[in-house]
């Protein structure tokens, strides 16, 4: 047994603690070479899609992305390497020296000794063309395509920041300081299970917070609206008030921004430029001023006093319509409004009573933001054990939640908890109008294109 | 309007931006608190579930977790404040001063002032009782209750831990320098889409990665198999071979459990103590060793010469079933090994085909290791558009699979891809003979006891 596991070792071509991966030429992705400070002649490999070409009498220029960042990288060769197939879409693998760009729009370029065509891309085939800016509405026929364009692209790095900063703002990394205002410091649980779950884990471990996929079966059509879509939820144990879960909505909202502002400034830049002008100053607005907190009954007295026409009347009772939140958000001077104590027959049974007359309410909050409308909610839940079971006798649910009735009986905290819908988040800060260009593979109903 | 504004703004009771959120007592984790530098008898306040109660003459002990870690920590109060009350599993919130504890059993001890229960809990009714180890066969009957304990504690704020690993091995957060050894610098996409749908990605962000929940509808009541698991997965653009998916996937099991370890030391010494003694010497022998490779037709081999019967017989071109895996690792004196090439006619038509013979072989990969067998999952794709056309000809998908086959007529490119289920990675590591005892809510065949 001993001679066969060493036989077997052998066949290793190599070990795989110190293998260093940059052999012959280093690999470097268009990323890394496009900052890479010392250009001292070193010979890299770097491979992508072509997304340009320029052929001149002596020269011809490349460039090259891979998805690893917005710019491109520039591949100058001699113009004997041209060639039919060095096309727009093309895959390439191109070796040559990193050198100092003459030109001023980049710092590095690659000066090809080698190019090789990896994968053709027949031109006239190809939904995406040369040098075209394709409509939002357009490319959403391609899901399988569609990221390669510059517009995708950003907004699926944007999307894949916004993800670590929402990971970083509730567990931030062990090895770094972990600065006061870092609320989270305790365990992160993926799990579709939802918030009942979730309070289950938030009493035993405080608080807690996942974040993936959920689905509804909406019948919906709307730009807002997705079958499959991403939520982050928070459950946090020993909260006093509304107010605790507040500020953590708000701080979540901000301190993501800032880390994606921060670290995708280009991608964002080209959102703010080019799909949403007069956004960058939309969200300005929105993170430099505190979130504004107003009661469902105040809502409603504004909403009645409005001008504005409604579709549907405003009444005390009665759930707020998308015009309705629209109206609120504007009258706010487009700051996020959250809107709390809502009627308690208009909520789930395991919301907080607020124990208040003549008109019921329970302790939950929406928090409403310019373009996307609703886009966190949470409540208080009520922990007391005989308030909760009148609520569930009231609903026939006694006995399908004798487990969650146990949490009560059982060391019973004070506790409450939100929910954001994380494609209306990426939307709301890149001010994109449809949810489905959001998220890489949009399902809704009626559509399975892929 | 702007009126409105500023009086909707006096309604906030507290700004959110510099907001202090330790006014009175400073309010501290058990983690924080057991932590905690100086002693300099700091008024501080800390909230939790009451582990264990000792009453002497004169004065009670306590022991408050709060799910922060392992170690509960020490409350000393005056016999006065002893109650009925304070019984294991109650929730309460004590105030006091943090000062240095005359036992060696612990660095500081909350000396109370002022102990306030939250609420109560009726040790009579309560599952889990006081002093007791339960089995986790026992646990398994009270999935909302069972994270109170501390091996469901331990485990599971170590799968929280690896899941932060897991994201830090692909994604290492921009503000750390990013080591060389770090693979992956380009986005990470959360999404149950699965494997075909990677492959979109990577044909744009040349490496990406997505870890979440995956369903499978197998009627399977075993100790390996959910209904629904999580699931790591990864996609490469421009690999050339088997070798470079082996690589990171021995890099992502080493580098994730070499953080886990550091990060959670008595959450898996719990584990490797008291669950499955030996365990902690098992895993380091299979992070020491390099990770084997055989072929598929070598372990076949390699099974027709054991001594051992097996209930199928091993041959050519039929599946490793679980006893043979389980030999094959043994033979490989329990380091983990790749079984790669297996037979064409046993994989989906998406592998990579080796176009060797007379046993035609794909470029797919699996790792069995010790404990649970199969961990992982993949191959190279087939990137070449007439091999994929036929293949998917002869299944007569080929209309369903357009959209695949676009891949490989715009600038296709070799890659491949890997998965691995993250509860057997768990199960691995921590010697955990059941997967229902490392995620939070088991789902499987015949069950929704939540």
């Known amino acids: 047994m001993f001679g066969a596991r060493c036989l077997l070792r052998a066949l290793r071509s190599c070990t795989s603690a110190p293998c260093p991966r940059h052999k012959p030429s280093a690999r470097l992705s268009v990323r890394d070479a496009l900052g890479a400070r010392s250009t001292n002649g070193e010979r890299v490999k770097v491979q992508g899609w072509i997304r340009s070409v320029r052929s001149q009498k002596e020269v011809l220029f490349l460039h090259i992305n891979d998805g690893s960042s917005l710019e491109s990288l520039q591949v ?32 590095v370029e690659l000066k090809a000794e080698k ?17 075209e800016r394709h409509p939002l509405e357009y490319l959403r026929q391609y899901p399988h395509l569609r990221c390669r364009t510059n517009a995708l692209g950003s907004i699926l790095r944007i999307r894949s920041e916004a993800t670590a900063a929402i990971h970083s703002f509730f567990k931030p990394s062990s090895k770094i300081k972990v600065p006061e205002e870092n609320f989270f410091n305790v365990p992160a649980f993926l799990t579709v299970s939802g918030q009942l779950h979730l309070e289950v884990m938030s009493g035993a471990f405080t608080q807690v917070f996942t974040f993936g996929p959920t689905f509804r079966a909406e ?15 928070a459950e946090i144990s020993f909260v006093e008030s509304l107010q605790d879960l507040m500020q953590v909505m708000e701080g979540l909202f901000k301190t993501a921004t800032m880390m994606v502002l921060s670290n995708c400034t280009e991608d964002v830049e080209l959102c703010h430029k080019f799909i949403a002008p007069g956004q960058k100053d939309r969200l300005e607005h929105m993170l430099k001023n505190n979130f504004l ?73 929406d928090l409403l933001v310019p373009g ?31 487990w969650y009735l146990d949490l009560r009986r059982f060391g019973s905290v004070p506790h409450g908890g939100f929910g954001m819908g994380f494609e209306r988040y990426l939307q709301c800060i890149l001010g994109i109008d449809n949810i489905k260009d959001v998220i890489p593979f949009p399902r809704f109903t009626h559509s399975c294109v892929l």
């Open 76 to 107: 100058v060769a001699d113009s004997s390497f041209d060639s039919r197939e060095l096309a727009f879409g093309s895959s390439v693998e191109v070796q040559g020296q990193l050198v100092k760009s003459p030109s001023k729009k980049q710092n």
């Open 115 to 131: 190019i090789e065509i990896v994968g053709n891309c027949d031109a006239k085939a190809f939904p995406l063309k040369y040098k």
């Open 219 to 233: 019948n919906s059509q709307s730009r807002r609206h997705l079958a499959e879509f991403y939520m982050v939820e």
């Open 293 to 365: 907190i107003i009661s469902y009954t105040e809502a409603v007295e504004i909403l009645k006093k409005a001008s504005q026409n409604f579709t549907f009347t405003p009444e005390w009772g009665v759930d707020l319509h998308t015009e309705h939140e629209k109206y609120l958000v504007k009258h706010c001077g487009n700051i996020p409004v959250f809107v709390i104590n809502y009627p308690l027959a208009l909520k789930p049974f395991y919301m907080r009573d607020n124990e208040d007359g003549p008109q019921h309410t329970v302790a939950a909050v």
């Open 372 to 402: 996307v409308g609703e886009l966190f909610g949470g409540s208080l839940r009520e922990e007391r054990y005989h308030f909760l079971e009148q609520r569930l006798a009231r609903s026939g649910l006694t006995e399908a939640y004798q």
